[in-house]
């Protein structure tokens, strides 16, 4: 339940009184989606673990029998060299797949790197160094800093490193200038899973530490009037460093309402300036939840390596899974009409004669420059 209820508006309330209710309304809302989340997500990560991982293996094997194939037939004779170079494509495509499977151990993704590099045009070491210059570039770009120094072997250390400046550089205009100063716009998510994690988690401990920050300075001692003044804020302190080490955002949100005296009684007594300044904050909480929000649903995707046709939404879980199960199994279907396809040269070659007129007719159409 929200500290703060929606009270009727009477017919006599300002605009400001309304703008106030109105993201009040949304606040709330917003909350109640977020803990649908957390009772939803249980609940969809067992029936995910049940139902993916038995057909992503299924799948893995028969990536394994078609590289095995293809590597036949490229060893053998009678291939021309547009059937070779569409085989080898097919070849990395799905190396490149079983390597985002979340299935391999050491041994085979150094195995799977290797047969990948072997059929593709550009090693994935090289890949993924332009991603990561791509994404130094993007990154500075967004937050105005100079990265080029930054020594990062993946996405994950140059995000770290590039939050961690951003949150000195904030740490430092917050020490010159104590005035609100405006959020950062948070980054794409990116292609990396190991970025994408350490980006959102950066997100979450930002804004944590942000709230933490400015409670923990309502809260200080010398500012008490009294001994009950000061066992008050004291107790509340206890709460807030409770909830930080939680990492309840909701929580430090409630909290920091109920300090400023956020309730109905208030509002209704409230100036134009105090409720300006309830207002803002208010917005601050919107914002902040709404980002949350949105990395919940990049965080579903990005840790059950999901590709939704739209947002994904809490009581639609069960719906999602099952499309990622026909997905798992349209691959599986897909992986072992190839296989049949592969079964002998002259096949092959029949099969390959016609992924290449496709090709043509697709260039024809304009889809290849």
């Not at 989340?37 to 990560?45: G, M, T």
């Not at 028969?62 to 170079?85: F, H, T, V, Y």
């Not at 979340?102 to 790197?113: F, N, P, V």
């Not at 919940?296 to 199960?325: H, N, T």
Request: glycine residues 2%; neutral net charge.
């Amino acid at each position: 339940m929200s500290p703060l209820q929606t009270q009727p508006q009477a017919a006599s309330s300002s605009p400001a009184q309304r703008k106030f209710a109105n993201l009040q309304r949304k606040i709330e809302a917003l909350r109640q989606t977020l803990q649908q989340w957390d009772q939803a997500l249980p609940a969809f990560s067992q029936a995910h673990a049940l139902r993916i991982p038995p057909l992503r293996a299924e799948h893995l094997q028969l990536q394994e029998q078609l590289l095995q194939r293809i590597e036949a037939l490229l060893d053998g004779k009678g291939l021309n060299k547009s059937e070779r170079e569409i085989l080898s494509s097919l070849a990395a495509g799905h190396a490149q797949r079983a390597l985002a499977s979340g299935l391999l151990g050491e041994a085979q993704t150094d195995l799977w790197r290797r047969r990948h590099d072997a059929h593709a045009e550009v090693d994935l070491d090289t890949q993924e160094r332009e991603e990561l210059e791509a994404l130094r570039a993007q990154l500075a770009r967004a937050s105005g800093l100079d990265l080029d120094d930054i020594q990062a072997e993946t996405a994950a250390e140059l995000l770290r490193e590039t939050h961690r400046r951003l949150d000195q550089a904030q740490a430092q205009a917050e020490a010159a200038a104590p005035a609100p100063q405006p959020k950062r716009k948070s980054s794409a998510a990116q292609r990396k899973k190991e970025a994408a994690a350490a980006a959102a988690q950066a997100q979450v401990q930002q804004s944590l530490r942000t709230v933490f920050r400015k409670l923990a300075s309502a809260l200080h001692p010398d500012r008490a009037s009294d001994s009950a003044d000061q066992k008050r804020r004291t107790e509340l302190m206890q709460r807030v460093n409770e909830a930080y080490g939680r990492e309840d955002l909701l929580a430090l949100y409630a909290l920091q309402l109920e300090i400023e005296q956020v309730d109905p009684a208030h509002i209704a007594q409230a100036t134009t300036a105090q409720l300006g300044h309830f207002t803002q904050m208010l917005q601050q909480q919107h914002d902040e939840l709404e980002l949350e929000l949105k990395r919940r649903q990049i965080s579903l995707c990005r840790d059950f390596d999901l590709e939704p046709r739209s947002a994904p939404q809490p009581d639609k879980l069960g719906k999602l899974l099952d499309e990622a199960v026909r997905d798992e199994r349209t691959e599986i279907q897909e992986t072992r009409r190839e296989l049949l396809n592969l079964r002998d040269r002259d096949t092959a070659r029949r099969w390959l004669a016609q992924l290449r007129e496709q090709q043509r007719a697709l260039e024809r159409m304009g889809y290849f420059s």
